[in-house]
Nanobody, 124 residues
Framework: QGLLVDSGGGSVQAGGSLKLSCSASGYPLTSYCAGWFRQAPGNQREGVAVVNTGNTTFYADFVKGRFTISLDHTKSTLILQMDNLEPEDTARYYC??????????????????WGQGTQVTVSS
């Protein structure tokens, strides 16, 4: 049984930056689609960015050019660098492994494993 631990959330003003980290144990990140989802109150959980096997990356349109996903040099920590944050980015962000990309959207399934989440709040 693996474990994902999210960290790095906080409160910033619009235009600011945050870096989220997800420490993975028991899940070799290079063997999975691994990424970040977010959920704001009253909204469905949505995919933000993923790293696929082969180290290819995929971003939701609403974060392209602002967010960067990567693995650290140990390949056991998933990082999401978030720049030029907008109030609409306010949500709880969740690290996940075992995701997929389908018809241009980042998807999760019943087999997806989740971190506990970290709150990101962006004020205008």
């Amino acid at each position: 049984q693996g474990l994902l631990v999210d960290s790095g959330g906080g409160s910033v003003q619009a235009g600011g930056s945050l870096k989220l980290s997800c420490s993975a144990s028991g899940y070799p990140l290079t063997s999975y689609c691994a990424g970040w989802f977010r959920q704001a109150p009253g909204n469905q959980r949505e995919g933000v960015a993923v790293v696929n096997t082969g180290n290819t990356t995929f971003y939701a349109d609403f974060v392209k050019g602002r967010f960067t996903i990567s693995l650290d040099h140990t390949k056991s920590t998933l990082i999401l660098q978030m720049d030029n944050l907008e109030p609409e980015d306010t949500a709880r962000y969740y690290c996940a492994v075992d995701c997929a990309i389908y018809r241009g959207r980042i998807m999760w399934s019943a087999s997806t494993k989740w971190g506990q989440g970290t709150q990101v709040t962006v004020s205008s």
